[in-house]
């Protein structure tokens, strides 16, 4: 199956740790992407890497930090989470950056921190 | 910055009747943005249903349609006759004109009575 997938689906924890999710895309692409979706469902781009190599950060937290091992992998770390850290975490990919190019998304990680 | 505003955050339709979801677009850069409907069902990831790059044409795709209006700036998402299976959320996003950073607006939960 040619996917972008997610885990974990949700993760509860407690302000001041770390938490670790991840992203891989089955589809081939070169470019992928993390957004946060926060309470107000406002949906905000937070990194794109193209081809393991950062192409967007967007003004977020030096607390996160993506980490991309290849071009099929990008996973989001957050060190020491904050009680606004608490969203719905989307990674996405698409063939290249351009502009045409379709992003597909996965279904999200739920993050709580109590 | 960009944005993308989507006034009804909750829209009930009875089937087979028809449905329009409001989206008015803000954009700053140089050039007319490209318009998108993302679409979620449950349990799904984000998944792109219609697109238009050209002012004033129309995009379409399962039986929803969406017409760039530079005017107005505005891109409504209609159907004349809606099925329970198109319930979901549907967001609407635009990226610039030769960029790629997609902005969303904050979504419309559809709910379609049987």
């Known amino acids: 199956e040619t996917a972008v997938f997610q885990t974990p689906n949700y993760h509860v924890t407690q302000v001041g740790n770390e938490v670790s999710f991840n992203c891989k895309q089955t589809?081939?692409?070169?470019?992928m992407y993390w957004y946060k979706q926060d309470s107000k469902k406002l949906l905000k781009i937070m990194f794109s890497?193209?081809?393991?190599?950062?192409?967007v950060n967007e003004t977020v937290p030096r607390r996160f930090s993506p980490q991309s091992s290849d071009k099929a992998h990008l996973n989001l770390r957050i060190k020491s989470v904050e009680p606004e850290d608490s969203a719905v975490y989307l990674c996405?990919?698409?063939?290249?950056?351009?502009?045409?190019?379709?992003?597909?998304f996965g279904p999200g990680t739920r993050l709580t921190v109590l | 910055g960009d944005s993308v505003t989507q006034t009804e955050g909750q829209v009930t339709v009875s089937e087979s009747k028809s449905l329009i979801i409001n989206c008015t677009y803000s954009?700053?850069?140089?050039?007319?943005?490209?318009l998108f409907w993302y679409v979620r069902y449950p349990g799904e990831g984000l998944q792109l249903l219609l697109k238009?790059?050209?002012?004033?044409q129309k995009g379409s795709s399962r039986g929803f349609e969406a017409t760039y209006n530079k005017e107005a700036t505005s891109f409504h998402l209609q159907k004349a006759s809606v099925q329970e299976s198109d319930s979901a959320v549907y967001y609407c996003?635009?990226?610039?004109?030769?960029?790629?950073?997609?902005?969303f607006g904050t979504g419309t939960s559809l709910l379609v009575d049987p």
């Open positions: 890497y193209n081809n393991k190599q950062l192409i």
């Open positions: 954009a700053t850069s140089i050039g007319y943005p490209n």
């Open positions: 996003a635009l990226s610039p004109h030769m960029g790629y950073k997609l902005t």
């Open positions: 996405a990919s698409s063939y290249d950056w351009g502009e045409y190019a379709e992003q597909f």
């Open positions: 589809l081939g692409h070169d470019t």
């Open positions: 238009v790059i050209t002012a004033g």
